[in-house]
């Protein structure tokens, strides 16, 4: 699948204070598709999904490296203007954060930044967003009601039908549905998939059925690192690596005992597959083998030679700007010819 990228993410590495949020995370967020990011709580979605319209920002003591690219344009440069980069991400919160004004107001609000002044053309946009967001035929008859008095599955659509009126490129979610009752989530559910074809969606959920029944692709992030990401259908039937598999099958995820490692910096494709080779034949079958590489075409070549062999490849990391660490358990009794 050949897909068009909309959010470019380049090694990019948050710290909250001291504490390190996100560690050197690079991947491409497809266009006008569902990405959902998944992982166990504190494991780094929400900071990521901030760091795309720069809400993080907003949080004392951040510290941000790395890049993020929205239509190929670092959105961390000095002269971004963020509120014109705001304008393009509709957010939707875990809780639906309406306006403290009517439920007219509440989208007007979006349109009037637009410049839309005109009364009838305001109730003619005002009522098609409301339509977009499945609440027109609930409000029609109390649009001037105030907003706060609507249930929280109605509050979190029109969050959405206000967020819509902007005009955004891209719909940020972070967790959009918890909130809400079975009923309500659906709805949004069924808006999001429908809305897909217009906006790029980028979608925080710890709720792994709901990633099944939108993603199209996915992200699987633990303790701040980029374990894994792909097509949803690659992910969810065949994941590559042991944390995914674990995550999936609700199990408990535990760091791999290394029996050996091997840092094989400086070395060039075909020594460093050679020298793991060699490496793992010293161990026993199911015995695990870390090494380390900064030679980057080795980060697929090695994995790819190992799995030839027969060996398992548990997981591929990256550790910083140069270097990624593989870890491969032996599955198989190779002899160098
Ligand atoms: P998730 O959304 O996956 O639950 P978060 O992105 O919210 O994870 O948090 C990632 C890590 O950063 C967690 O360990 C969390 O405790 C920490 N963290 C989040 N926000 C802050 C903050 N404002 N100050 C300090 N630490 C934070
Ligand atoms: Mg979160």
């Not at 490849?313 to 358990?329: G, M, S």
Request: charged share 25%; net charge neutral.
């Amino acid at each position: 699948m050949e897909l068009k990228t909309h959010i470019s993410v380049k090694n990019l590495s948050i710290w909250y204070g001291e504490h390190q949020a996100l560690n050197n995370v690079t991947i491409d967020i497809p266009d006008k598709k569902i990405t959902a990011i998944i992982g166990p709580s504190g494991c780094g979605k929400t900071t990521l999904l901030k760091s795309f319209n720069r809400l993080i920002d907003l949080q004392d003591g951040v510290k941000v490296s790395g890049q993020v690219l929205v239509d190929g344009e670092d959105i961390y440069h000095p002269k971004v203007e963020v509120t014109h980069l705001r304008k393009k991400m509709g957010l939707l919160s875990q809780r639906p954060q309406v306006l403290p004004m009517s439920i007219y107001e509440n989208v007007a609000y979006g349109l009037r930044i637009h410049g839309i002044k005109d009364k009838k053309k305001l109730d003619e946009v005002i009522q098609h967003y409301l339509k977009e967001s499945s609440l027109w035929e609930e409000v029609k008859n109390r649009l001037h009601s105030s907003a706060s008095k609507l249930s929280i599955g109605q509050q979190q659509r029109l969050c959405l039908a206000r967020g819509l009126a902007v005009e955004p490129e891209v719909i940020l979610g972070d967790e959009p549905t918890s909130a809400l009752d079975p009923l309500s989530a659906e709805r949004i559910e069924q808006r999001l998939l429908e809305l897909k074809n217009q906006y790029t969606i980028v979608l925080v959920t710890h709720i792994l059925r709901q990633a099944k029944r939108l993603a199209d692709y996915i992200i699987f992030l633990y303790l701040g690192n980029l374990i894994e990401h792909g097509p949803a259908e690659e992910i969810l039937k065949n994941p590559k690596y042991l944390k995914t598999k674990s995550y999936l099958e609700g199990q408990f995820i535990e760091e791999p005992k290394i029996d050996k490692e091997l840092n094989l910096k400086g070395t060039v494709c075909p020594d460093n597959f050679v020298k793991a080779k060699l490496a793992l034949e010293d161990l026993k079958l199911g015995q695990i083998l870390k090494i380390i590489v900064d030679y980057e075409p080795a980060v697929s070549e090695v994995p790819k030679a190992m799995e030839y062999e027969g060996h398992k490849i548990l997981e591929v990391k990256r550790l910083n700007f140069t270097d990624w660490e593989i870890i491969i358990q032996k599955r198989n009794n190779t002899y160098l010819i």
